[in-house]
T-cell receptor, first 111, second 115 residues
Framework: QKEVEQNSGPLSVPEGAIASLNCTYS??????FFWYRQYSGKSPELIMF????GDKEDGRFTAQLNKASQYVSLLIRDSQPSDSATYLC???????????FGTGTRLKVLA | ETGVTQTPRHLVMGMTNKKSLKCEQH?????MYWYKQSAKKPLELMFV???????ENNSVPSRFSPECPNSSHLFLHLHTLQPEDSALYLC??????????????FGPGTRLTVL
């Protein structure tokens, strides 16, 4: 079983819609959860992180964490073509320096 | 310069060459990381340094040799590489590993091609 799983996509949404990206993880001791955006040929850039159950909002982005079900999601409201990228989920365990990344979900926002 | 910088941005080398990748962070962080990113695979952590001490070596072949002379600089020395080592090599840094909010920031990467 993969430690961090993401649907590779592509996930296609029309401009202005809500894009919903999901990530599941296997280690119940996981502590922090990060979402990165990676444009083709570029390096990952941090969108946001979450470590408490519930929702965390930052502008058009909302991260949702459910530790009991071992999933974390990222919602992008009012999706724009510029949001088209691969979204990486990363998970850390308490006391380690180790991020475990998923393979990423490719998002395409159609104009 | 701000953030995390990496040089060179592109590198083509033969299997018998020796080369080095350089990473520098200007964020005042204490931990630095090397990752390998291959097509259709998750980012693979290679090495972690915290306060210049190596704290993680993720079963990386000895043809990759890291060096961390101080908390701001990280090198990856390459020798006798294989074509399957061709990938994007990413450097990252963070304030200090282990804290819940510890966030890694990535450099632009070095695209390595081994012929």
């Amino acid at each position: 079983q993969k430690e961090v799983e993401q649907n590779s996509g592509p996930l296609s949404v029309p401009e202005g819609a809500i894009a919903s990206l999901n990530c599941t993880y296997s280690d119940r001791g996981s502590q922090s959860f990060f979402w990165y955006r990676q444009y083709s040929g570029k390096s990952p850039e941090l969108i946001m992180f979450i470590y408490s159950n519930g929702d965390k909002e930052d502008g058009r982005f909302t991260a949702q964490l459910n530790k009991a079900s071992q999933y974390v999601s990222l919602l992008i409201r009012d999706s724009q073509p510029s949001d088209s990228a691969t979204y990486l989920c990363a998970v850390t365990t308490s006391g380690t320096y180790k991020y475990i990344f998923g393979t990423g979900t490719r998002l395409k926002v159609l104009a | 310069e701000t953030g995390v910088t990496q040089t060179p941005r592109h590198l083509v080398m033969g299997m018998t060459n020796k080369k080095s990748l350089k990473c520098e962070q200007h964020l005042g962080h204490n931990a630095m990381y090397w990752y390998k990113q291959s097509a259709k695979k998750p980012l693979e952590l290679m090495f972690v340094y915290n306060f210049k001490e190596q704290t993680e070596n993720n079963s990386v072949p000895s043809r990759f040799s890291p060096e961390c002379p101080n908390s701001s600089h990280l090198f990856l020395h390459l020798h006798t590489l294989q074509p399957e080592d061709s990938a994007l090599y990413l450097c990252a840094s963070s304030q200090a590993g282990g804290a819940a909010s510890d966030t890694q920031y990535f450099g632009p990467g070095t695209r390595l091609t081994v012929l």
